[in-house]
């Protein structure tokens, strides 16, 4: 019974601490004193005693959360515009316009924060800065607003695990002070960036060593990607759990010879994991690995006749205490999904000792991260296994190692560091070379197989423990889910691409594509959004794009899709690009109906009044859609005079600019719903207020992509339901909803 309360217990913990995302709405600290209340007059009540883990899981993420919104509001309520000392907490990165990194801000406009209220910020600085520099400048802060669409980089999440509650840029145009306060990390990083400046493999050397994954280009992360080695350069949980099984290793291995020292290798073990962890800059990453690896050592020492379940559960649960939010990052899973393999071969490494026999389980790594993969990046490396198989044991007898001994030589001996570098660059030579032979890997996996694969590895899993009606059960519910399930005629979403516009028409693994969204200069929404999309819902086959004009936010991305997807055909109103898109034309694509509304002809250079603008059917009585790009409100009118707007949804014009949307056009749609892509707290301050009142007045049901992120619509013969992302991060402090 002892012990089943306390697998319940941390189960429970943890499970709540996990589901805080999802919460509504975050409770006040006045719930806290409640809680304690409670424990304290009623925890031999055994109701209260088997929900000990769940009022703890529930303190745990009210005391947090309100601490992360009291720092939030210690920076934001003083103003746009501050004066700010501050502290570098990372190395700075270069970027289109100047450096980014982290800073911890120690003073507000001259007033010293308490220690409670000192908040971290990415900071964007005209010049590099190195960790432990301090910096006094005027900055202008701005919130972190993420995109929304269920695949690629979640912004917000990601800056949130990390602590970081905003951004801040010094402007080229006012003065600043560095204090500069080279300490060891800051001078070995540059005296090796010095040593391998002309190497190829520097931004690899940088990375593993310091884990500034800055330094290396797209294209080597693309390919790093693809065959299933990123994990292995940049410092995470697997780097200090093998710094950690290198020590035990060594010490085992001294042991034997002296027969004495009993406790060298575990301290031996935690010296080489703290060792890295500073290179590292001791990140939340290094620190939840350290932590681990600290309950390892505790747990050995003490000799717990625990199973490794247990352990897991009571590190799990610790870290979660001392870092709640660490979950929102996809390093937290898989570092623990690596920590734990780990675990278990230090566990034999001290019942049977053989050090290298036990690296080839590490191979495994691969395998027990890969559902972490399919929910995270929507997709596995089909060659991940068989590169990890021989990579992950290289790293663990030779490339880490040599990476500990350079440093320590280096400390030393600082004139014999170029040699050791050399070491370490042949060491990883090999690495680099094999990425050259594989030029495929990567497998995207659609949305509905990775809900597959997951439920058919969790039935896997449970089903030895289920008895006969609980199988029977399963089954059941399984066929039940379903047979519920109605197949849509065909699909629309409006993605969340910030300020422009990228809208997919989709049906039996194929689809359509209205605009393309913006681009920069070293990316597009296009590859980090629509083309991650496409693959994660299914579909196979691009068959057309169609460009409502030429303006960047519509437009940027057209090339890279082209290139990736290869579309059957281009439809545009501009001369010269594709084939036409004017007032007239109709067509028909998988049952569904394209009907152009305007312009009555091509021009040379297709501005907003020139959007293709288009109304989508399916069939008759189906729910209509028009698509109207960035039409102006001469457009509208001369549209209304034709009397061929009436939609039951419509994707406004012009993002809800006062430009557009006429009294009298929203009016004649008379649409139930209407779509609004815009960026949160855009610089263009869309859409406008009086845009949204109209079309709330005419009846329509507003969404927007700020508020809600991706919307989807499944249209149906007679009729259409509506999912948007919903977004309302409230432990954030920045809730959109």
């Known amino acids: 019974m002892t012990l089943c309360f306390n697998y319940w217990t941390?189960?429970?913990?943890?499970?709540?601490?996990?589901?805080?995302?999802?919460?509504?709405?975050?409770?006040?600290?006045?719930?806290?004193?409640?809680?304690?209340?409670?424990?304290?007059?009623?925890?031999?009540?055994?109701?209260?005693?088997?929900?000990?883990?769940?009022?703890?899981?529930l303190m745990v993420i009210i005391i947090q959360g309100n601490l992360f919104r009291v720092k939030s509001h210690s920076v934001f309520k003083a103003g746009q515009d501050i004066t700010i000392n501050a502290e570098v907490n990372s190395f700075f990165k270069q970027i289109s316009h100047g450096f980014e990194g982290v800073v911890l801000i120690r003073s507000i406009n001259g007033h010293k924060l308490p220690w409670y209220q000192q908040s971290k910020v990415k900071l964007i600085a005209p010049h590099r800065l190195y960790a432990g520099d301090k910096v006094r400048a005027k900055?202008?802060?701005?919130?972190?607003?993420?995109?929304?669409?269920?695949?690629?980089f979640d912004k917000e999440a990601y800056w949130f695990s990390q602590g970081v509650v905003g951004e801040a840029k010094i402007s080229d145009k006012t003065s600043y002070i560095i204090f500069e306060s080279l300490g060891f990390r800051s001078k070995l990083y540059q005296t090796m960036s010095r040593v391998v400046e002309d190497n190829k493999l520097t931004p690899l050397l940088i990375s593993l060593v310091f884990g500034d994954r800055n330094v290396i280009n797209n294209e080597l992360e693309e390919g790093l990607r693809k065959v299933g080695l990123s994990h292995l350069f940049?410092?995470?949980?697997?780097?200090?759990?093998?710094?950690?099984?290198?020590?035990?290793?060594?010490?085992i291995w001294l042991m034997g010879i002296t027969g004495r020292f009993l406790y060298l290798p575990l301290l031996l073990g935690l010296f080489f994991a703290l060792s890295y962890a500073f290179l590292a800059g001791f990140t939340v990453s290094t620190l939840r690995a350290l932590?681990?690896?600290?309950?390892?050592?505790?747990?050995?020492l003490l000799e717990a006749k625990v199973s490794l379940l247990f352990k897991w559960l009571l590190t799990l649960s610790l870290v979660l205490l001392l870092d709640p939010f660490s979950p929102l990052s996809a390093g937290f899973w898989l570092s623990f999904a690596a920590v734990a393999l780990i675990f278990y071969l230090v566990e034999l490494l001290f019942s049977h000792p053989a050090p290298f026999r036990k690296l080839i389980p590490l191979a495994m790594v691969p395998v027990l991260i890969m559902p972490f993969s399919l929910v995270w990046f929507g997709g596995i490396s089909v060659t991940g296994i068989a590169y990890n198989l021989v990579w992950i044991p290289w790293f663990s007898i030779l490339v880490v190692p040599v990476l500990l001994l350079s440093v320590g030589v280096w400390t030393v001996f600082p004139n014999l560091s170029e040699l050791m570098w050399q070491w370490l660059d042949m060491a990883l030579k090999p690495v680099v070379y094999s990425l050259e032979v594989v030029e495929f890997g990567w497998l995207a996996i659609s949305h509905s197989w990775v809900a597959f694969f997951l439920s058919g590895l969790m039935v896997f899993v449970l089903w030895p423990y289920l008895?006969?009606?609980?199988?029977?059960?399963?089954?059941?519910?399984?066929?039940?889910?379903?047979?519920?399930?109605?197949?849509?005629?065909?699909q629309v979403e409006v993605l969340d691409v910030g300020h422009g516009l990228a809208v997919i028409i989709r049906k039996d693994g194929h689809a359509v594509l209205y605009d393309t969204a913006a681009a920069w200069t070293d990316g597009s929404v296009a590859k980090s959004i629509i083309t991650p999309y496409l693959k994660q819902v299914g579909v196979h086959t691009l068959d057309g794009v169609i460009i409502s004009h030429f303006d960047s936010d519509h437009a940027g991305g057209l090339s890279t899709i082209t290139n990736q997807w290869n579309p059957n055909w281009l439809r545009t109103s501009q001369l010269g690009v594709g084939l036409p898109c004017v007032k007239g034309q109709e067509w028909r694509w998988q049952e569904v109906s394209f009907d152009v509304l305007w312009p009555p002809k091509r021009v040379a250079r297709a501005y907003n009044p020139h959007s293709c603008v288009i109304r989508v059917r399916f069939g008759t009585p189906s729910p209509t859609l028009l698509l109207s790009g960035d039409i102006t409100t001469l457009v509208e009118y001369l549209l209304l005079r034709e009397g061929v707007v009436r939609s039951d949804i419509v994707v406004i014009p012009h993002h809800g600019s006062k430009t557009s949307s006429s009294i009298a056009f929203v009016e004649g749609v008379q649409a139930k719903f209407a779509l609004s892509s815009n960026r949160f707290r855009g610089r263009w301050n869309l859409p406008a207020q009086e845009v949204v009142e109209r079309y709330k007045n005419s009846g329509a049901l507003w969404l927007d992509t700020g508020k809600n992120g991706l919307?989807?619509?499944?249209?149906?013969a007679n009729d259409y339901t509506f999912m948007g992302l919903e977004i309302s991060k409230v432990i954030l402090g920045i809730g959109r909803c």
């Open 10 to 57: 941390l189960t429970s913990f943890c499970v709540v601490i996990l589901s805080a995302m999802k919460w509504p709405t975050l409770p006040s600290l006045n719930w806290v004193l409640l809680f304690l209340l409670i424990i304290m007059t009623t925890i031999r009540v055994p109701p209260v005693k088997w929900g000990a883990g769940i009022i703890l899981g």
């Open 139 to 152: 900055v202008r802060l701005a919130r972190l607003i993420g995109r929304f669409n269920g695949v690629g």
């Open 234 to 251: 940049v410092i995470s949980g697997l780097h200090i759990g093998m710094a950690f099984f290198i020590g035990c290793s060594l010490g």
């Open 291 to 300: 932590l681990m690896c600290g309950l390892m050592a505790c747990f050995i």
């Open 467 to 490: 008895n006969f009606t609980s199988r029977a059960a399963a089954l059941l519910l399984s066929l039940l889910t379903l047979s519920s399930i109605r197949a849509p005629n065909w």
């Open 711 to 716: 919307i989807r619509v499944d249209i149906f």
